[in-house]
């Protein structure tokens, strides 16, 4: 390991330890850029709007505290100069009746610091993490393609606790150490100004200690929370995908990594260790070198008869409680600094900004009939220079069923992803009946929309809950209809608990023909006028693809259905065919049509011959078409 440079370098504070030796930057979880700590402190400070009247209170006990310890440690001078000394016990019972109720104070206000404190920083720590939740649900789906969902975890848990130290219980610790010096320095001043004064020679010195310290440890306490971040991100992906790790034995490699930066968060936290183990010590030494020379001198003014004994213990107890405030603001800096680390990271989370927002004042039409068109789209991913939809021009009107099909990478699933509007064209425009998707609210759009998607998603809860959450406020006879039509009733009434069955984890416990007919009756329940299904029969074997075919067709029927495939013989029932290349459009008609005048489409379906699928859905039953609506004059001229 000679000659890396690790994060806890006095000389280079800010270098970066992969955990690997080489130097390089870490590829897992990038570091969050520095924010001052005025600035940190102004922007949690608003969370803090539930509890602040409970905030005075809070004072008021970190105040008095100081106080009934001092009376305490009083008493006790009282006791050696006015009882042991002169031999009179007459007044040991009322010193002892007082000492006991300054014990039950001390008492009572403790208890009433820790519960207080608890509840203001438990409501600090509800709002917080539940506006960071809020936020990060309102983020693009682009954010969450290029983050790691471990590192968001750690920032959603760990980090929201740490912010609550940094503003709250930290700075609360801080009222009570200057309370505490200002009561034990004004009874020292009261005993012996001269004295005291003696014993506040050093305290510069923990201030320069601390400050010495403060940069590093800040330092070392921002790499700490990013290699958690990282530690985390690794887990959840390793985890989340098991069965790949398992299948091709990738144990060994994943356990290196995850143990590569775990020894990185390894460092990063001996780091951090390292320089408060050994600003403890140091801070300590001048504790003792203050307190030797004080109970020096003191004891040079016992023997000269002008400090009396109970004076004299006095003065060492109340200076041993100096030192722990004195000692406690300059560790609490050092504090402060480890939590702004994580701090940082929450502000940088609630700094991204979605690329997809409501418009200023959004258009609210009528429901409409589910007519889909895209005009002229050009779209490119962001960070990325190529094109992925370049003039993708074509409509589904409402009751046709079109498909989207073509190679992998032609674009099939970015136009549903814009549909959808997780992303805005660059140029052109995605339009339902007739409305620049732009212009309607992200939540009146997607109510229009159902979605099955390949990766049947379905959340650890019941069958009943699976089936709600396509529409929120479904009774149970909607639920129980939408099953019908899925073809779920039947399996879902035999299992141990029929609709109250906990599915498990990613519905771990259906098979995958059954979770597709639950995400059936989910879209079934919804009842939305726009049906997107992107390769609904991707996964599954053929007779679960066959069964699956006729809730399709139920569901799709009557709706403006765009179908997403690569396999062109589940969509040759289609009434278009739209056949996307490298990210135009290639060719556009029916499965006939295309037949005859596309060789690249005829090859495709060759290919698809040559490994069969399922049996395509059936069509919606027959009917006339309407016409197209028009467009409304601002979206006529654009």
């Given at each position: 390991?000679?000659?890396?440079?690790?994060?806890?370098?006095?000389?280079?504070?800010?270098?970066?330890?992969?955990?690997?030796?080489?130097?390089?930057?870490?590829?897992?979880?990038?570091?969050?850029?520095?924010?001052?700590?005025?600035?940190?402190?102004?922007?949690?400070?608003?969370?803090?709007?539930?509890?602040?009247?409970?905030?005075?209170?809070?004072?008021?006990?970190?105040?008095?505290?100081?106080?009934?310890?001092?009376?305490?440690?009083?008493?006790?001078?009282?006791?050696?100069?006015?009882?042991?000394?002169?031999?009179?016990?007459?007044?040991?019972?009322?010193?002892?009746?007082?000492?006991?109720?300054?014990?039950?104070?001390?008492?009572?206000?403790?208890?009433?610091?820790?519960?207080?404190?608890?509840?203001?920083?438990?409501?600090?720590?509800?709002?917080?993490?539940?506006?960071?939740?809020?936020?990060?649900?309102?983020?693009s789906l682009g954010f969450f393609e290029r983050r790691r969902l471990g590192d968001v975890l750690s920032r959603l848990t760990a980090d929201v606790e740490a912010v609550e130290t940094f503003l709250l219980s930290g700075v609360l610790d801080a009222v009570a150490y200057?309370?505490?010096?200002?009561?034990?320095?004004?009874?020292?001043?009261?005993?012996?100004?001269?004295?005291?004064?003696?014993?506040?020679?050093?305290?510069?010195?923990?201030?320069?200690?601390?400050?010495?310290?403060?940069?590093?440890?800040?330092?070392?306490?921002?790499?700490?929370?990013?290699?958690?971040?990282?530690?985390?991100?690794?887990?959840?992906?390793?985890?989340?995908?098991?069965?790949?790790?398992?299948?091709?034995?990738?144990?060994?490699?994943?356990?290196?990594?995850?143990?590569?930066?775990?020894?990185?968060?390894?460092?990063?936290?001996?780091?951090?260790t390292r320089l408060r183990a050994l600003f403890a010590p140091i801070v300590e030494m001048l504790e003792l070198v203050g307190a030797l020379v004080v109970l020096g001198l003191g004891a040079w003014e016992l023997a000269r008869g002008r400090l009396?004994?109970?004076?004299?213990?006095?003065?060492?107890?109340?200076?041993?409680?100096?030192?722990?405030?004195?000692?406690?603001?300059?560790?609490?800096?050092?504090?402060?600094?480890?939590?702004?680390?994580?701090?940082?990271?929450?502000?940088?989370?609630?700094?991204?900004?979605?690329?997809?927002?409501?418009?200023?004042?959004?258009?609210?039409?009528?429901?409409?009939?589910?007519?889909?068109?895209?005009?002229?789209?050009?779209?490119?991913?962001?960070?990325?220079?190529?094109?992925?939809?370049?003039?993708?021009?074509f409509r589904a009107e409402p009751g046709e069923t079109v498909a989207l099909v073509g190679e992998s990478g032609a674009g099939k699933s970015t136009a549903a992803k814009l549909l959808l509007r997780f992303y805005d064209p660059e140029r052109g425009a995605v339009r339902l009946d007739g409305f620049d998707?732009?212009?309607?609210?992200?939540?009146?759009?997607?109510?229009?929309?159902?979605?099955l998607l390949q990766e049947t998603l379905v959340i650890h809860g019941t069958v009943r809950e699976n089936i709600a959450y396509g529409r929120p406020g479904a009774t149970d006879a909607q639920i129980v209809a939408a099953a019908q039509a899925a073809d779920a009733d039947e399996f879902v009434r035999r299992l141990p608990q029929g609709y109250d069955t906990v599915v498990g984890q990613h519905g771990r416990l259906l098979s995958g023909g059954q979770r597709q007919r639950i995400a059936i009756a989910r879209a079934m329940v919804r009842d939305a006028p726009v049906l997107l299904l992107d390769e609904p029969t991707t996964g599954l074997d053929a007779e679960s693809g066959r069964r699956i075919l006729e809730p399709l067709g139920r569901l799709m029927s009557g709706r403006t259905t765009i179908i997403i495939s690569h396999n062109l013989l589940t969509v040759r029932n289609a009434d278009r065919i739209v056949l996307l290349r490298d990210g135009c459009v290639a060719a556009c008609g029916t499965h006939a049509e295309l037949l005859a005048r596309d060789d690249g489409y005829a090859r495709l379906v060759r290919l698809a011959q040559a490994d069969p699928a399922p049996d395509a859905p059936p069509p919606a039953p027959p009917r006339p078409a309407p016409p197209p609506a028009p467009l409304p004059q601002s979206q006529a001229s654009r």
């Open positions: 390991m000679a000659g890396t440079k690790h994060v806890w370098s006095l000389r280079r504070p800010t270098a970066v330890d992969t955990g690997d030796g080489d130097g390089r930057a870490d590829p897992v979880v990038a570091p969050a850029p520095a924010v001052p700590l005025r600035r940190t402190f102004g922007r949690f400070w608003p969370y803090t709007r539930g509890g602040r009247r409970w905030l005075a209170l809070l004072l008021g006990f970190v105040l008095l505290g100081p106080v009934v310890d001092a009376a305490a440690i009083w008493l006790f001078k009282v006791v050696v100069d006015e009882v042991l000394v002169p031999h009179r016990l007459g007044l040991f019972l009322p010193i002892a009746l007082g000492y006991a109720g300054l014990t039950l104070a001390a008492g009572g206000l403790r208890f009433a610091d820790e519960t207080t404190s608890a509840w203001v920083s438990e409501r600090f720590l509800l709002a917080l993490r539940s506006d960071v939740f809020r936020h990060l649900q309102g983020l200057v309370a505490e010096l200002a009561v034990f320095l004004g009874v020292l001043f009261y005993l012996r100004w001269d004295l005291a004064a003696t014993a506040l020679l050093v305290a510069p010195l923990f201030w320069l200690t601390a400050r010495r310290f403060s940069a590093r440890v800040r330092a070392a306490s921002r790499e700490r929370r990013r290699r958690s971040g990282s530690v985390s991100a690794l887990a959840e992906e390793t985890l989340g995908n098991i069965a790949l790790v398992q299948a091709y034995n990738r144990q060994g490699w994943e356990q290196e990594r995850f143990e590569r930066e775990s020894l990185a968060r390894f460092r990063a936290t001996m780091a951090a009396t004994l109970g004076e004299l213990l006095v003065f060492v107890a109340l200076l041993g409680r100096l030192y722990g405030p004195i000692r406690g603001i300059s560790r609490l800096s050092n504090g402060f600094y480890s939590a702004a680390a994580a701090a940082e990271r929450i502000i940088e989370l609630l700094d991204q900004r979605p690329q997809v927002a409501d418009p200023p004042v959004p258009l609210r039409p009528p429901r409409g009939r589910g007519a889909v068109a895209f005009d002229g789209v050009w779209f490119r991913y962001p960070g990325t220079t190529r094109v992925a939809l370049y003039d993708v021009s998707l732009r212009e309607l609210a992200l939540t009146d759009l997607r109510e229009r929309i159902a979605v």
